[in-house]
Every structure is written in C-alpha cells, then in structure tokens.
Nanobody, 120 residues
Framework: QVQLEESGGGLAQPGGSLRLSCAAS????????MGWYRQAPGKQRELVAA???????NYADSVKGRFTISRDNAKNTVDLQMHSLKVEDTAVYYC??????????????WGKGTLITVSS
C-alpha cells in the first residue's frame, strides 16, 4: 500500500520561509507526477506546484518566483521550498502523486495534509 507522508508545516511570519517535504512509501515501481495542492478555509483545493518524472514543473501564478518544487526520483520524495510567504499562503498543504505504478497497476495518492499558517 502506498502512503504519502508530509513534514515541515508550521507557523511562519510574512516574508519568511518554510520547506515542505513528502515521502512516498510502499512497493513503488515508478511515479510520474508529484506535487502539492493547498486548501485555505472556505476555498477550493488548488494546485500549488507539480513536477513530473522528467523534472518539468508547473506552478500556480500566485507562487511563481517564491516557491520552488524539487523531487528525488530514486527516493520518491518531493519538496517545496517556500520563500517570501504571505498571509494568503495560509492553508493545509497536501502532497500528491499520480501515475504511481505498483504491483496493482497505476494509481493516485494523497497525503493527509500539513497546516501552514503565515501570521505576524
């Protein structure tokens, strides 16, 4: 069974930095996409950043130039380095992976989420 475990959430001041990490565990043969979504109170879940197996990245306009996503294909991990944090970045951040190939075929998986609060 594949599990995604996030770490690194917490409290930051506006203008500060945080780093999120996510590790996929289980018998995994391959992972195509990994990334991060977030959901703020009263809002829909939105894509923050994604990275595919080849290293191509995609960012929400609101985080471009401030957040950087990276991954380690060998370890099935994905990180999100966040700089210049804003109050509006406050949300629960979810790690996800799709195109995950296991002995059962392909699937999509989500972490449980980690809260980031940006406040002075």
């Amino acid at each position: 069974q594949v599990q995604l475990e996030e770490s690194g959430g917490g409290l930051a001041q506006p203008g500060g930095s945080l780093r999120l990490s996510c590790a996929a565990s289980g018998i995994i043969f391959d992972v195509y996409n990994m990334g991060w979504y977030r959901q703020a109170p009263g809002k829909q879940r939105e894509l923050v950043a994604a990275i595919n197996k080849g290293g191509a990245t995609n960012y929400a306009d609101s985080v471009k130039g401030r957040f950087t996503i990276s991954r380690d294909n060998a370890k099935n991990t994905v990180d999100l380095q966040m700089h210049s944090l804003k109050v509006e970045d406050t949300a629960v951040y979810y790690c996800y992976a799709n195109g995950v190939r296991t002995e059962k075929g392909y699937g999509e998986y989500w972490g449980k989420g980690t809260l980031i609060t940006v406040s002075s």
